[in-house]
C-alpha cells in the first residue's frame, strides 16, 4: 500500500524545488525500472506490483526491505502516467559533479533546452551513440524531471549531465567547439577532430550569443526542402551519426 | 467570441471520429497558422486574436469573411493549448488520395505509427529532406490529429499522407524497399538506389511480418552505445540525412 503521505511525496517530485529539498527523483515504468535495477543509482524505495516483483525476481533480491507492493491503481494515482503496471521508484539525485574531456572524446553541450520531451531524446540518442557525457546549461531543463527520465527509454543511468556556466565550460574545454546552426558549414563535408564539443541550442532561438562568440565550427545540417528548422532531438541525432560515421571512415 | 456551440464543435474535433463526421479538423497556434494561410488547404473558419490579425493583415485580406475575432481566453478554453496568442482555425479534410513513385524520388512508409508526437516530427524531417509523401498503414496514428498537426511545426502544409494497406502499396510500388532495422546491414554502407520506399516502424515491435516480408534490404544505424533503440522520428532523421548525403555525393 501506498499511504497517503508517501502520495503526497510522490506528487511534489514532479516539482523541481521539492526534488531539490528531497534530494529525490521518482522513476516510473517498467523500461525505466529495469534498467534503474541495473544501475548505481540509490533507490530509497520501490512501489511494485505483483506482476512485476514475480517478473523481476532476480534483480530485485537485494531491494527486498525497500519494496513495497502495490496495485495499478495506487500507481496511477500516485505517479504522472495514465496507466502503470510494474511500479515506481523513490531514488537518490546524484551530486551535480564536473566532468572533463578523455582522450578523444565528444561531448554534447545544450544551451538552454527547455523541452522534457527533447532532453529525454537527446540523452536516449547520446546513449545510442556512445556519448556518456552532456554539459547542460543552468536554464535547461532539469534531468530529473520525470518526463526528462521516462523519454531517456533507460538511457539516464548511462549517461551523465552536469549543469553549469555554458561559456565558463566551453573557455575551459580547449578543444573544437562545433555549434549547430541553421547557417554554416554543410556536415557533410566536415572533417570532424578528434575531441570536440557538439553545442546545440533551442529551437525556437538557436545558441545563446554568449555561446555563440565562443563557437570555432559553425556546422549545419543541408536542407533539401522547406521547413524552417529541425526539432533539437533530431539534429543532436544527425549529428552524432555524422561524427560516427566519419569517424569510422576516417 | 466564439459561441457554445462552436467551443463545442472544436473540442469534438480532437476526436477521430467527429473530425470525419464533420470533414473538419483544427490548427492552432502561430506558427502552423501562418504555414496554414500560404497553403491550399480550404479554411472553414478562423479564430484569431486582434494581435494576430494585426501582424498577418495582409495573408488575411482573403479570408475576411471567415474571421472571428477572439480572446486569448476564449482560445485556450477552446483549444488543446495551455496558452495561445494567436488563434485556432477549423479546416477542411482532405480526401485520402493515392500516390505513386515520381522520377527517383524516395516516399517514407510508416507502419503503426500510433504516437502523434512522433508522426509529426517525421512530417517536419520529411519536409526537411525534401520527401513530400508519406504512406501510413491504415493503424497509424490520424494525420489531423491536432498534437500531430502541432508537431509538424507548418510542415503538415507541405507532405502529402496516404493511409492504406501497406502490403498492397508495396506490392505495386516496384522500388527497392528499404526497411531500418535493429539487424540489418550498416546504413553508412548501403548504396542507395535512384528512389525507393524506406519503412520505418513502431518503437515497441518494429515492423509488422506482412510488410517485413516485402523488405528488400534491411538496414540498420549502427549502435555505438547502450540504449536499446532509437526514437522513430529519429530513425526518419537519420535514414533521410544518410540518403541526402549519399545522393550528394553519387
Known sequence: MITRSQIKLIKSLQI???????????VEGA????ELLLSDFNIKKLYLTH???????KSLKRFQSIIETVTEKELEEAGSFTSNNAGIAMVEIK????FGFGEREYILALDSVNDPGNLGTIIRVAD????SKIVCSENTVDF????????TMGSFTRVRLFYTSLPDFIKKARVKVIGAELEGKNIYQFSFPDSGLIVLGSEANGLTPDVKKLITDHISIPRYGNAESLNVGVAAAVFCDNLRRFQGLS
Not at 521539492?18 to 527523483?25: I, N, S, T, V, Y
Not at 523500461?31 to 529495469?34: E, H
Not at 551530486?95 to 564536473?98: A, E, L, T, V
Not at 530529473?144 to 521516462?150: G, R
Open 31 to 34: 523500461k525505466s525500472l529495469q
Open 51 to 57: 506482476q512485476f516483483i514475480n517478473q523481476y525476481e
Open 128 to 131: 545510442w551513440y556512445g556519448i
Open 144 to 151: 530529473y524531471n520525470s518526463k526528462v527520465i521516462t523519454a
Open 16 to 26: 523541481k524545488k521539492f526534488r531539490q529539498k528531497e534530494g529525490l527523483f521518482i
Open 95 to 98: 551530486p551535480n559533479s564536473p
